[in-house]
């Protein structure tokens, strides 16, 4: 099983898109990209809008390879409803539009179902549900909370296997802190995990310190209770300049079990590039001069 992360917040955008090929299907889960609308009371840096543009052109590459796109929530950074024709030809699943789903969701969901239209191949939705495609099996958690509690929403987590091999997918848990996200984890035991990490960066404002110690604990019993190999921590985790020593006895729990924790960029053998938490820093660098002047490219997301 080949998986190339493509657009991750360690790649210097808001992104969780990530392309698998198995012996027998290509698959993309989310399709999207978005940057932070404000980080330090200033907006997008001109080399965050070029990472930007630079990652969408990538994820278009790999829809064009894709057979199936998967869609976990409507948040901008996982899909883009502003050119459904990468749908065009592909079997797409898709989180519930209208269960499951708070109001914002909701309103997005329709609006891109609206400009879907008759694009896919085959368009189902996902939610707690599992499919096959020759010896590949692709399943679906229920919906679990976006974050700590429902107020964003839901998200469903994506497993795929194929020949002996497992790879799962959180989506957007930030953490994981809740029972019924780890669960998915403890009981798929993929290889390669590619997990939401804390939201660490809103510690004390918008993500509690018991949430931090929960999903630290969470993350150790995934560790310990399965037979993972690579735990990749991303998204909302790489929002944080010390994201290392916020969850120190993951790594150390790691070390002990001989798994590795990396980010995207590490995955890829490339340096880690947070630029949305260093753009107060890239101002000062390079100055607003340099900022772009860039009209209907891509999305912000709240």
Known sequence: ???????????????????????????????GVSLAP??????PHALEWERMDESWKLIKDYTREAEILVVTHYHYDHHNPNEPEIYRDKVTLIKHPTDKINYSQRERAAYFLNVLGKCPKRLEYADGRKFEFGKTKIKFSPPVCHGT?????????????????????????????????????????????????????????????????????????????????????????????????????????????????????????????????RRKELYERCGEGDFLTVTGKGLIEE
């Not at 404000?38 to 907006?43: D, T, V, Y």
Request: charged fraction near 25%; include cysteine; hydrophobic fraction near 40%.
């Open 1 to 31: 099983m080949e998986v190339k992360p493509l657009a991750f917040d360690s790649l210097g955008t808001r992104s969780m898109a990530t392309y698998v090929e198995t012996d027998d299907a290509k698959i993309l889960i989310d399709p």
């Open 38 to 43: 404000s980080r330090c009371g200033l907006p």
């Open 149 to 277: 509690n429902p107020r964003l929403g839901y998200v469903v987590g994506v497993s795929i296997s194929c020949s002996g091999e497992k790879i799962v997918h959180t989506s957007d848990v930030e953490g994981p802190s809740l029972d019924d996200q780890v669960r998915f984890l403890l009981d798929e035991k993929p290889e390669l995990a590619i997990v939401d990490g804390p939201m660490s960066y809103m510690l004390g404002f918008r993500y509690s310190f018991k949430s931090l110690q929960i999903s630290i604990q969470n993350l150790v019993k995934t560790i310990s209770e399965t037979s993972i190999q690579t735990l990749m921590l991303e998204h909302h985790f790489m929002r944080d300049l010390r994201y290392e020593s916020r969850i120190k006895p993951v790594y150390e729990a790691a070390k002990n079990r001989g798994v590795k924790v990396l980010t995207a960029a590490e995955f890829h053998g490339r340096r880690i590039e947070m630029l949305a938490a």
